[in-house]
Structure formats: C-alpha cells, structure tokens
C-alpha cells in the first residue's frame, strides 16, 4: 500500500498574530494555499488577522496575515438570522451580500 502522512494533532494550536490557531488549520491553509480567505465572524477574524481586527469596521476590507495574502473578514451568516427584527435582518444581510462581493470581484480580477 501507499504511505501514510499523520494529521496533525487538532488539540494543539500555533501562534498567529496574538491569537491561537488551531495546527490542524493551519497545516491546511499552507497546503492549500488559498487565492482568498473570508472569515465569517469576528472570531475567525481575529482568530486569524489577530486581535486588534475589529469586524464592524473592516468588514469587507482586503487585508493579509501570516497565513493568507488576501483575507477579507464579513459577519457570520448566522447572524443574519439572529437580527431583531426585518429592518436589522435586510440591513445585516446587504452587509454580508457586500462583502461576499468584494470577494467575488477579487476573484474574478485572479487567474485560476
């Protein structure tokens, strides 16, 4: 048979930015070296840009990290759902649907 490569361990972590990043990520995210990474939340944001990102105001912003050359961070699709109201809901979800543009324009200007 084949040889087998060992996952890393999904417990341990590494340091990106100031933030914890599970290993098991980032093993992927160097092996698969993404054109674009979007973070959906702050936490995956800071998770992943490091702490000082703040999502409401850098949503939707091309920025890069250690890990990624262009990470673009947008609100958490749940939270769409999780609005007050219909007016908060439309407003959160132009919100997403903008920044996933962004996203769509970055790609689009790439060659895959």
Same mark, same amino acid.
């Given at each position: 048979? %084949?040889?087998?490569?060992?996952? /890393?361990? /999904? &417990? #341990?972590?590494?340091?990106? %930015?100031?933030? +914890?990043? $599970?290993?098991?990520? #980032?093993? #992927?995210? @160097? +092996?698969?070296? $993404?054109?674009?990474?979007?973070? !959906? %939340?702050?936490?995956? =944001? &800071?998770?992943?840009? %490091? /702490?000082?990102?703040? !999502?409401?105001?850098?949503?939707? &912003? !091309?920025?890069?990290?250690?890990? =990624? ?11 769409? !759902?999780? =609005? @007050?109201? +219909? ?6 979800y132009e919100m997403l649907v903008a920044d996933l543009k962004v996203v769509a324009r970055i790609l689009g200007s790439l060659r895959l």
């Amino acid at each position: 048979m %084949g040889t087998s490569r060992e996952a /890393p361990d /999904p &417990q #341990e972590t590494t340091t990106v %930015g100031d933030e +914890s990043l $599970p290993s098991m990520l #980032e093993a #992927e995210l @160097r +092996s698969v070296s $993404p054109s674009i990474v979007v973070c !959906l %939340g702050a936490t995956a =944001a &800071q998770s992943m840009i %490091g /702490p000082q990102f703040k !999502l409401m105001q850098q949503r939707g &912003q !091309l920025v890069s990290c250690a890990l =990624a050359q262009q990470v673009v961070a947008t609100i958490h699709p749940s939270s769409v !759902l999780r =609005a @007050r109201d +219909s007016n908060a809901r439309r407003a959160a979800y132009e919100m997403l649907v903008a920044d996933l543009k962004v996203v769509a324009r970055i790609l689009g200007s790439l060659r895959l």
